[in-house]
């Protein structure tokens, strides 16, 4: 619609101008836009005002309100009413009937409005950088939004008379002042988010939503899964499996255990003692290399872990956690190595050296 | 068994679960050789709960719900007698204010399924869930490599 070759003063004006043009395609003519175009009319009109103060007024409510289904919020926080209506009238004046008879439609808004603006009136308080994002690049997304509220408009047309609508235009201008700060605040309304309950609420949403993330990691085969109701059923079923495995290797080790009996007894009857002063459960498995500890940690040789690796303290997190642990904890246990197995092997050293 | 080690690396959670369940097992095995191979998995099902809890510490409150459970001596770990249930169904109906799920059955799930989650609003109930998988499936595999050790 060739804003740039529109050549108004002030910006606000010139945004007013998009949607003057965009918006009043269907009732206002090119010519008519042209015209407004050019400061001159906006000015010429300034000395009209007083002449037909009621018809001003009227349009002047008409504005608003029109804009209102279409994008409302962002002219009026662009720019102020006066302004407004010095540009509205200088389009209006030939199609006022038309005008009219289109702000009828909009006062359904024009009610909306005010319930609007008593919630929005917490916003500007509350620093939320998306409303105040929403304002600025309102030439962006006034597109979307014209879209939104014309599909919000298109039942309602043809509810109230063209009588109320009258009224209401002449009413409005009155408190034309009020409502104008207020139109700023409804803009944030859709969110209703900057009072301290939904703040709240949503740094829980955002808390939920960072552990479900979490444990989409935990859980295999989640990480494609978006909804939270899918996510919570397969973390159910997990955490279900895992029980159920607990209870059935229970099972199995008390069908298989009696056999174990005297080995698992001669390990862990000495090797406690070593794992009670050394705090570490490594220690506990170090010095006695019995089948068990061999079929656990996979087929080490022995002799060399006892005698060699237990000197060389800074080699010996590779090697014990590579042949004790198995693939998918390696990198784990690792870290849980460095700081008391070393300490404790070398403490115990002595004592496995004895026992040797 | 009872010892308690406050390790503040959570990577040590895996050697003192091995510690705990091994030596729980050969405590077991020591003392239990003429009961029932029933009762013995049960026992040796608590022990694994037990060494599970007293790796991850008392900060946790799953551990602390499990341990307080077991220590009760109830035989169920994880279905929830059902005087207590009610109770603490009425208790979470006020506490968890609306939790926003579509399904907030899902939700009364896991709070039955994580020890200790009853009365537990949903982003704690995960977090505890979170840690309570990491332990249980450290304990499965643990358990696992018992086994196959000792079949093998």
């Known amino acids: ?356 | 068994m009872n010892r308690k080690h406050r390790t503040k690396n959570p990577n040590n959670n895996k050697l003192m679960l091995a510690f705990h369940f091994l030596r729980a097992l050969a405590r077991i095995n020591k003392s239990t050789s003429t009961v029932s191979s029933y009762q013995r998995s049960c026992i040796i099902k608590r022990a694994a709960y037990a060494s599970m809890a007293h790796a991850a510490g008392p900060r946790r409150a799953w551990s602390r719900a499990l341990l307080y459970r077991l220590r009760r001596g109830s035989s169920r770990l994880h279905a929830l007698p059902a005087i207590r249930r009610t109770r603490s169904f009425s208790h979470k109906r006020v506490k968890v204010a609306s939790p926003k799920l579509r399904e907030p059955n899902q939700a009364d799930v896991l709070r039955r399924l994580v020890p200790g989650g009853e009365a537990m609003e949903l982003s704690s109930l995960l977090k505890e869930t979170a840690h309570y998988i990491q332990c249980l499936s450290a304990q499965v595999w643990l358990m696992q490599n018992v086994v196959g050790s000792i079949t093998s």
Not at chain 1, 109 to 138: F, M, N, W, Y
Not at chain 1, 229 to 241: F, G, K, R, T, W
Not at chain 1, 280 to 294: C, D, E, I, K, Q
Not at chain 1, 325 to 351: C, K
Request: proline share 6%; net charge negative; charged share 25%.
């Open chain 1, 1 to 356: 619609m060739g804003t740039s070759s529109m050549t108004t003063p002030c910006s606000s004006a010139n945004v007013t101008e998009q949607y003057l043009v965009t918006d009043w395609n269907s009732l206002v003519s090119v010519d008519q836009n042209m015209d407004f175009i050019g400061p001159s009319s906006i000015s010429s009109y300034d000395v009209r005002v007083p002449q037909n103060q009621e018809f001003n007024c009227s349009i002047a409510d008409t504005r608003p309100s029109s804009f209102g289904n279409e994008s409302f919020p962002e002219t009026v926080s662009s720019f102020d009413l006066s302004e407004g209506c010095k540009v509205a009238n200088a389009v209006r004046p030939p199609n006022f009937p038309l005008a009219n008879k289109h702000s009828f439609e909009k006062n359904l808004k024009g009610k909306k409005r005010k319930s609007l603006t008593e919630c929005g009136a917490v916003h500007p308080h509350s620093s939320l950088e998306r409303i105040q994002k929403d304002i600025s690049p309102e030439s962006a997304k006034s597109p979307t939004e014209k879209d939104e509220k014309k599909q919000k408009s298109e039942p309602n047309p043809g509810v109230t008379s063209h009588k109320q609508a009258a009224k209401l235009a002449k009413e409005d201008p009155q408190d034309g002042d009020a409502p104008k700060e207020d139109y700023i605040h409804v803009r944030a309304k859709r969110g209703q988010a900057t009072n301290s309950h939904s703040l709240a609420e949503r740094v829980r949403r955002e808390k939920i939503s960072e552990r479900m993330r979490l444990l989409q990691d935990l859980v295999p085969g989640c990480s494609k899964i978006t909804g939270k109701a899918v996510m919570l059923d397969e973390i159910i079923n997990y955490v279900q499996s895992l029980q159920r495995q607990v209870e059935f290797l229970s099972m199995k080790l008390a069908a298989v255990s009696p056999e174990l009996n005297f080995d698992l007894e001669q390990i862990l009857s000495k090797d406690i003692f070593h794992a009670q002063d050394g705090g570490s459960a490594v220690v506990g498995f170090g010095p006695r290399m019995s089948s068990l500890h061999a079929h656990l940690y996979g087929p080490s040789p022995q002799g060399v872990m006892q005698s060699e690796i237990l000197c060389s303290v800074p080699h010996s997190e590779d090697m014990i956690s590579s042949s004790i642990w198995h693939d998918e904890l390696q990198n784990v246990v690792q870290m849980g190595f460095i700081p008391n197995a070393a300490v404790s092997d070398t403490e115990n050293n002595g004592s496995m050296k004895m026992e040797l």
